[in-house]
C-alpha cells in the first residue's frame, strides 16, 4: 500500500509561485499514475493534474492548464506539482493521490495524503 505526504503548501499573494511535493513510501508508487486533485471550501474535489507512472504522459484541468507542471522522480519516490502565476480562485487544499489507472476521476485512486493548504490572496 502506497503512502503519501504532501508538503509546500503555504500563502501567497496572486501571480506568486509555489511548488508542492510529495513524498511516498511503497514500492508500487513507481507503477503507480499520480495525480493531484484540490478541494476549496464548499466545494467539491476536483481534478487538478495527472502524470502516468512512467512520467511520459501528463493531463491538466482546463483552469490550471499553461500555469502547473505536474513531475515525478521515480528513483526518490517523490511527486512535484509546480504552481505558477497563481490566482485566487487557486485557493484550495491540495491532495496528491495514486492510483493503478491513468484517470481524471478520484474514485480511482486507493492512496491519498493528508493535504496541504495553498491560499493565494489579491
Known amino acids: 500500500q502506497v503512502q503519501l505526504v504532501e508538503s509546500g503548501g503555504g500563502s501567497v499573494q496572486a501571480g506568486g509561485s509555489l511548488r508542492l511535493s510529495c513524498a511516498a513510501s511503497g514500492q508500487t508508487f513507481i507503477h503507480s499514475a499520480m495525480a493531484w486533485f484540490r478541494q476549496a471550501p464548499g466545494k467539491e474535489r476536483e481534478f487538478v493534474a495527472l502524470?502516468?507512472?512512467?512520467?511520459?504522459?501528463?493531463n491538466y484541468a482546463d483552469s490550471v492548464k499553461g500555469r502547473f507542471t505536474i513531475s515525478r522522480d521515480n528513483t526518490k519516490y517523490t511527486g512535484s506539482l509546480q504552481m505558477d502565476s497563481l490566482k485566487p480562485e487557486d485557493t484550495a487544499v491540495y491532495y496528491c493521490?495514486?492510483?493503478?489507472?491513468?484517470?481524471?476521476?478520484?474514485?480511482?485512486?486507493?492512496?491519498w495524503g493528508q493535504g496541504t493548504q495553498v491560499t493565494v490572496s489579491s
Open positions: 493521490a495514486a492510483g493503478s489507472s491513468y484517470s481524471t476521476r478520484s474514485q480511482q485512486y486507493k492512496a
Open positions: 502524470i502516468s507512472w512512467s512520467g511520459a504522459a501528463t
